[in-house]
C-alpha cells in the first residue's frame, strides 16, 4: 500500500438513507434502473448486482430495548491486499491501481473460473457474459481531481474520501465524537481496507458479511 494511497469514511451515524449516493453511482457510470418489487422494505434494490455497484442496506432492530433504523452503505472495500486479486488466474483480470489503492476489474474477468470468488464481503456480482462488476472507487473522477460520484453526492457528511492517512485521522475524531452518543460506536476492519466504517452498533446488527479467507494458500 502506497502512502499515496486514498480511502473512504462511512459514517453510519450520519447516515440517512436518503439513497443520494446510490442514485449518483448509477448516473456516473450509466448503469440502468432495475426493475424491483414491493418486499415489505424501503430497501431497494435486495441485493448488489452486475448493475448495482453500491446498495444502501436498511435494517430494523432492537438494541438496548429499543427499536432503531440502522443504515448500511454496501460496497467494495478495494481491500488493501485484495484476495480477489490474488485468487484471479488470468492475468489483468484484477488490477490495483498502486496511486489509489483502488482494486479495479476488468473485461477479462469473463474468462476466469470463480465459482466462488475470494471476497470476504461477498460483493463482486457477474453479468449474463460472466463478467464480474463492482465498484470502481470512481477511478476516472479520482483522478481527475473528483471526488467519488457517492461521496460528492452525499448531503450529510456520511461519506468522506481523501488520502489514506487524513481519513484515519478523520475516523479516530468521528469516533470519538460518536462514542459520547453510541458507547458501542467503532471502526471496523481499519488496517485491512480503504472503505473504513463507523458503526454505532455490532456488525451482526447490521447484517455485514465477512467471510474467513485462508490467505496461507497465497503464500
Known sequence: MKEMSKAFLI?????????????????????????????GSHQNP???SATTW?????????????LKWLF??????????????MSASVDGSIVKD????????????????????????????????GQMFKCTMCLDRVQAGMLPACVKACPTGAMNFGDRAEILALAE???????ATYKGAKLVDVEEVNVIYLLTENE???GMIKKPVDMSVFV
Open 98 to 129: 498502486e496511486d489509489t489503492g483502488a482494486v479495479i476489474y476488468t473485461k477479462k474477468t469473463k474468462e476466469e473460473n470463480f465459482d466462488d470468488i475470494m471476497c470476504p464481503y461477498n460483493i463482486p456480482r457477474k453479468d449474463k457474459s
Open 173 to 179: 475524531e468521528r469516533l470519538k465524537a460518536a462514542k
Open 54 to 66: 453500491t446498495l444502501v442496506k436498511m435494517k430494523e432492530v432492537e438494541s438496548g430495548g429499543k
Open 204 to 206: 451482526d446488527l447490521y
Open 11 to 39: 459514517d453510519t451515524s450520519k447516515c440517512i438513507a436518503c439513497k443520494a449516493c446510490q442514485v449518483a453511482c448509477k448516473q456516473w457510470n450509466g448503469l440502468p434502473a432495475e426493475k424491483t418489487k414491493n418486499v
Open 72 to 85: 448500511f452503505k454496501d460496497q467494495c472495500r478495494h481491500c488493501v491486499e485484495p484476495p480477489c486479486m
Open 46 to 48: 435486495q441485493d448488489l
